[in-house]
């Protein structure tokens, strides 16, 4: 009888354990290896495939769940959770609709740039296993992979930045087109947002473009609601108790008046002292308004106030500059010894 075959690691040319049980089997190295190309690599390509089919839909599952979230978005509806009324719920209303359309087509947006990173990431790598399984040499395949990668890392570390944090700004739901906001450098009306530049106009027509990787915090005064804040200096010899009782019935009537009552969503707030200024003592008034309306808002309740404050006889003081004129002696006698001085 012949001797006994025994397999060792230079049997087959893969590790595959169909070519270890085809030759225990039979004991017939060239059947081994015929079943491992003919069975072995082609299970192994499809096992592959498959874990990348599985793969892809669990994490083609976590961004549906991400992009659900970041379409009902983190904010409250304004409107049930402020009780704004009247033409202001219907703007209100109005704006959260167009909100609420472009947090959506945002969030589908990042959720299929997600998904097709996903793809080809997990295509990539399961593609150059599948090259291994056939025989490729995937060394030079994985340098290069290291090299570019390197290179992407050092040259666009910026870009990645900025395209990172548009990611998690939109997801997050930090403004959109429309809100005003601050962003440090630059404040103003957003009227573009995109993974990696936000466009911004402020009040005197400038245009910003401001990378997302540079915006550190964010200041949005649009949303929800916005609060007016108007401060009102008076003199030091006034009455202050009389005084903030005026103030308080200016911002009632203001706030019982038709033509804001859709715009101030609570009863105004006289806080009372805020500082001793060097002219005259500051009092303050909040109100809570529609988003946007602040403005207006606090600009109706300055006149107002002024126009109560000229029939109430209350001063509100300007800044006062003392200037001291020293007359100097321009002709006269001189000391002993000296001319007089001429003019």
């Not at 012949?2 to 049997?11: C, H, K, N, P, V």
């Not at 097709?116 to 291994?132: D, K, Q, W």
């Not at 019982?256 to 500051?282: A, Q």
């Not at 109706?300 to 100097?328: T, Y």
Request: glycine share 8%.
């Amino acid at each position: 009888m012949g001797a006994m075959l025994r397999f060792d690691d230079s049997t087959c040319d893969t590790g595959h354990d169909i070519c270890r049980w085809t030759f225990e089997a039979t004991d017939n190295q060239k059947l081994a290896n015929a079943a491992d190309v003919l069975i072995g690599r082609p299970l192994t390509i499809v096992t592959l495939l498959l874990l990348l089919l599985i793969v892809r839909w669990i994490l083609h599952r976590l961004v549906d769940r991400l992009v659900a979230r970041a379409e009902d978005g983190v904010l409250p509806d304004r409107v049930s959770r402020f009780g704004i009324r009247g033409r202001a719920a219907q703007q209100a209303t109005a704006r959260d609709l167009a909100t609420q359309t472009r947090r959506v087509q945002r969030a589908k947006t990042m959720g299929d740039l997600l998904k097709s990173v996903i793809t080809g990431l997990l295509v990539a790598v399961i593609g150059t296993m599948v090259l291994s399984e056939l025989g490729v040499d995937i060394a030079p395949i994985i340098a290069s992979a290291g090299i570019i990668g390197i290179a992407l890392g050092f040259g666009a570390q910026s870009l990645v930045k900025d395209f990172l944090s548009g990611v998690f700004m939109i997801f997050e739901d930090q403004y959109g087109v429309g809100d005003v906001v601050d962003v440090g450098e630059a404040s103003g009306t957003v009227e573009a947002v995109s993974l990696r530049v936000t466009r911004l106009r402020d009040l005197n027509g400038t245009v910003w473009y401001v990378p997302n990787g540079a915006i550190l915090r964010v200041g949005n005064m649009s949303q929800n609601w916005s609060r007016a804040v108007v401060d009102v200096n008076v003199a030091y010899h006034e009455d202050l108790v009389r005084a903030q009782r005026v103030l308080r019935e200016v911002a009632h009537d203001l706030w019982e008046d038709e033509d804001f009552s859709d715009l101030i969503i609570e009863e105004p707030e006289v806080t009372g002292v805020e500082v001793f200024g060097p002219e005259s003592v500051t009092l303050r008034v909040l109100i809570k308004t529609a988003p946007m309306e602040q403005w207006g808002v606090a600009r109706a309740l300055r006149q107002r106030i002024k126009a109560r404050f000229d029939h109430e006889g209350i001063e509100i003081p300007l800044p006062q500059r003392v200037v001291w004129h020293r007359e100097e002696q321009r002709t006269g006698s001189s000391p002993e010894g000296e001319e007089p001085v001429q003019g």
